[in-house]
């Protein structure tokens, strides 16, 4: 592909009125169409928004019948956000549109939603298509959902365009299946078409050319990018917008260069919006945090706060960056200059003296024509100095948010080429032999997140619009130095709707001192001894993070071996807090970390060898045989010790935020080990803070809805992800289920209604229904439907859920006729269970590893040191959960 020259232009929007709005209003859309493609029933996303079905009663899609099929994605990628909308599609045969209806006095948001999947045995790659508009848009050419979506990493995707009022007063939407030798199709799974205001009216001055303007108002935009730059919560989500359903994004991978500035927040400060334009601009939220270059004077005038962004050849960008002074109050104490595509876009910029007082909001337009030729840069590069020449009391710059939009061009087009995978993904998918399969059980592990992940039961939709593997694929095709790690290469083939940090993954170094010192540090030379150079036969299980391999050190420890993909530089993050809580925290019921390796660029986590695997391998989809109920039970039990140990037996209060069945992990004596902290957070550190506020991490069908709402995490995040883990145990059937019929897809909410139905005994596992004892089996569940409560204050702690599992143990035994002493002995010796003790291969889904050995005499007398510990703090639970006071637990 030809490298592309930049020619780039500039405007000044400053919006500053004079008569004070204050705080922003909510809009509130006069229309609001939300299709569910290719369903017969309407339903709910994850926001609680309510999505019609495109069905016959309607007349969006005349004559959907004889030009199209209703179809069912063949399976669901964990990190979708709902199953609504993108569990089922509409896919076209021939050419076809929807019909709608619209205010044609109004701008109108039209989003596309797709979820590259097999559809009723059509392969992902069979998808290829157009879509184009009855006012002569053509928004996609030649468009491939599925290459997209490998070339970006995204598991879906959303297109979301800002259409100009229609004088006919109808938008249709085209799809049209491009004919390429074989069938080809067409499909969609969802449209949103909202009214918005009109926030786009005011003309923009080229850079450069100070006597040309850019006319946006009549144009059709394309969202690019939205980002929230600097803010207290990293991703706005669609709810908390000031009415226009927009996703502002967290800025970080976006920032370009060693240095990142400084973060700050005024979460309490009154934001007064000063023109009816302004009030719909941005919300509050996001001109409440900023990222200034910070306070060394003589270090800022030597270095430009700068932002990358990938952008397509042939077109005219809009960029608007959003300012609000939040701690000065005075012109001249803060200027500084604007650069676009190394052009000075604004010289002397001085927020104060734009907007006139602190806390009040402006932002400025930039139009920027990106051409497609030789030789030419690829990316938009926005940049901010200290001006120098005007001598401001501060030398310094900030920046709040940032937008680009794409503009259509002369012939109403606004489609671009499928991206290229990189270079590197192809080569390890070839080299694993995946041939495109995307969608695997055993591949489900997260990474730092761009934007929420829904939860069952009232999680949220979330918007993907060119996530930040944009990036990555523009360096790997620029061939620059940094293209090891560009990105967008996972050897999983995961797709994942996620971005990768800007910070490489290959230099060594990503641990501080204080925590390269924490545990044994592994040359690169003894790993690849152990794993035989990395064989893959020795492979045990493969995430987002990179493979797992079981591995025998000097002496004969067996270990797993988890290894970050050396193509990609995603991780680091996850590396850092994995060590840092592991090596801090030893508990019975907790994996144990061995050591680490960062030698060579590489980062790699040694961990014991867990000889069972994990535990969602013995219900449902490991092929191993099923666990007894008594198996099942003493596992729930001990990895309910971990959790409730992490939330209140450690310094401070640990909440794991990945609570789920490939998580708790099985040594050889059937003893439950919580597992995979790459995603734990410290929980409040005062006794007045209740929470913790954070961007949304989690796993599908296990995420805590209030948490998604509120973006407030807890420990009773993890409780009621630890109830759908009870539920699971007891149902042998995944949190989520797509194959099953509406009411039974939520494991979470199908039990809750068996519960109320009375119908739990006939939905439990054939295997173990007959071997539990009623009153064991009425606590159980008791306890998990108290975990999934809606309300998180209304959950019980984990001390209360150990509490009552113990409880239900000792109505088994009751049942069983076992004492406590034999009890104990069978437990603590790994033959309570009754179920299968052989040495079984492990074949983990996950980047769960293990934890029981140790590597020097040193690190053993630890060991044993704090396991002597554990045991004792062990006995003396158990004497306190034999001596209940309530016979009904708590």
Not at 26 to 49: F, H, K, M, W
Not at 119 to 138: E, H, I, K, R
Not at 172 to 180: A, I, Y
Request: proline share 4%; hydrophobic share 35%.
């Amino acid at each position: 592909m030809a490298r592309r020259s930049v020619v780039v232009v500039v405007l000044l929007v400053v919006v500053a009125g004079v008569v004070g709005i204050g705080e922003a209003k909510v809009y509130n859309p006069t229309e609001q169409i939300l299709v569910n493609c290719g369903s017969a029933t309407d339903g709910l996303d994850g926001d609680g928004r309510k999505w019609i079905a495109d069905t016959n009663e309607n007349s969006w899609l005349p004559d959907s019948g004889k030009s199209s099929l209703m179809a069912a994605a063949d399976d669901m990628e964990q990190s979708l956000p709902s199953t609504i909308p993108y569990m089922t599609a509409r896919v076209f045969t021939v050419e076809a549109s929807y019909n709608f209806t619209v205010n044609k006095n109004e701008r109108h948001w039209l989003r596309l939603h797709f979820y590259p999947a097999c559809y009723n045995g059509l392969s992902a790659d069979d998808f290829q298509f157009s879509v184009t508009t009855s006012t002569g848009l053509t928004l996609l050419r030649n468009f491939s959902a599925y290459l997209t979506g490998k070339a970006l990493t995204q598991a879906f995707l959303v297109r979301e365009y800002s259409l100009p009022p229609t004088p006919s007063g109808f938008v249709t939407v085209t799809f049209t299946p491009m004919p390429l030798g074989n069938d080809t199709y067409a499909f969609i799974n969802g449209i949103e078409l909202i009214s918005m205001p009109e926030i786009f009216g005011d003309p923009a001055t080229m850079v450069g050319f100070a006597d040309q303007t850019v006319d946006f108002a009549a144009s059709t935009l394309q969202t690019m990018y939205r980002l929230n730059v600097g803010g207290s919560q990293p991703l706005i989500p669609p709810s908390n917008d000031s009415g226009l359903t927009r996703t502002w994004y967290d800025d970080t991978p976006y920032v370009f260069g060693p240095t990142q500035g400084v973060v700050y927040q005024a979460p309490h400060l009154h934001i007064d919006y000063q023109s009816d334009t302004a009030e719909y601009a941005a919300p509050p939220d996001v001109y409440r945090g900023s990222r200034s270059m910070g306070t060394d004077a003589r270090a800022n005038q030597n270095y430009n706060l700068t932002w990358l962004m990938a952008v397509d050849g042939n077109f005219t960008y809009v960029a608007r960056l959003h300012f609000c002074e939040l701690l000065l109050t005075r012109a001249n104490q803060r200027a500084f200059d604007v650069y676009v595509n190394n052009r000075t876009a604004q010289s002397d910029a001085d927020v104060i003296g734009m907007a006139g007082e602190r806390g009040a909001p402006v932002y400025k337009d930039f139009a920027v024509h990106v051409a497609d030729e030789p030789g030419a840069d690829e990316a938009m590069w926005v940049a901010l100095h200290p001006s120098v020449a005007l001598r401001p009391q501060f030398y310094d710059a900030i920046l709040n948010g940032l937008e680009v939009f794409k503009l259509n061009d002369s012939t109403g087009n606004l489609a671009a080429p499928n991206p290229e995978p990189s270079r590197m993904l192809a080569k390890a998918e070839l080299g694993r032999g995946d041939h495109g399969t995307h969608h695997h059980e055993a591949e489900e592990r997260h990474h730092d997140m761009a934007w929420v992940m829904g939860g069952t039961a009232g999680g949220a939709a979330a918007l993907g619009i060119f996530a930040a593997a944009c990036v990555a694929v523009y360096h790997d095709r620029k061939n620059m130095s940094r293209d090891a790690a560009a990105g967008g290469s996972h050897t999983s083939g995961l797709w994942l709707p996620l971005y990768h940090s800007h910070t490489s993954g290959k230099s060594s170094g990503h641990l501080a001192a204080n925590l390269a010192g924490m545990c044994r540090h592994f040359s690169f030379s003894e790993i690849k001894a152990a794993t035989k150079n990395f064989s893959e036969s020795l492979v045990i299980g493969v995430g987002g993070f990179g493979k797992v391999y079981r591995g025998v050190l000097e002496g004969g420890t067996k270990v797993a071996i988890k290894r970050s993909n050396p193509s990609s530089e995603q991780g680091v993050h996850e590396f850092q807090t994995e060590v840092e809580m592991l090596s801090k925290l030893r508990h019975r019921h907790l994996v144990s970390l061995i050591g680490f390796c960062e030698d060579a660029g590489e980062m790699i986590l040694v961990y014991d060898y867990m000889e069972h695997g994990t535990l969602r391998e013995h219900l449902y989809s490991g092929g191993k045989p099923p666990l007894t109920w008594r198996t099942r039970l003493d596992i729930c039990i001990g990895a309910a010790r971990g959790l409730h140990y992490l939330h209140t037996g450690a310094k401070y209060t640990i909440i794991h935020r990945d609570v789920k069945t490939t998580n708790i992990l099985v040594d050889d004596n059937w003893v439950a080990k919580v597992s995979d902290f790459g995603l734990s957070k410290s929980g409040p550190t005062t006794v007045n803070q209740t929470h913790v506020s954070t961007m949304v991490k989690g796993s599908f069908g296990y995420l805590d809805p209030e948490y998604f709402r509120r973006q407030q995490l807890t420990d009773k995040s993890d409780v009621y992800s630890f109830g759908v883990v009870l539920f699971e145990v007891l149902f042998a059937r995944p949190a989520l289920d797509p194959k099953q019929e509406r009411e039974k897809m939520c494991l979470a909410d199908y039990a809750i209604i068996c519960q109320r139905e009375g119908t739990l005994h006939e939905a439990v596992d054939p295997v173990i229904r007959d071997q539990i004892a009623p009153e064991c089996l009425r606590k159980f569940a008791d306890t998990a439907e108290k975990c999934v409560n809606e309300v998180g204050t209304d959950r019980p702690s984990m001390g209360d859920v150990l509490w009552n599992l113990e409880f239900a143990l000792q109505m088994q035994d009751s049942f069983e006729g076992i004492t406590g002493s034999s009890r104990g002995r069978s437990v603590e010796g790994g033959e309570s269970s009754g179920g299968p003790t052989a040495g079984l291969e492990t074949t983990t889904g996950d980047d769960s590893v293990g934890s029981a050995g140790s590597v020097t005499t040193t690190a053993r007398a630890h060991e044993t040191r704090v396991v002597v510990e554990e045991t004792d703090d062990e006995l003396a639970n158990s004497a306190a959960f034999s001596q209940l006071v309530r016979p009904t637990g708590r």
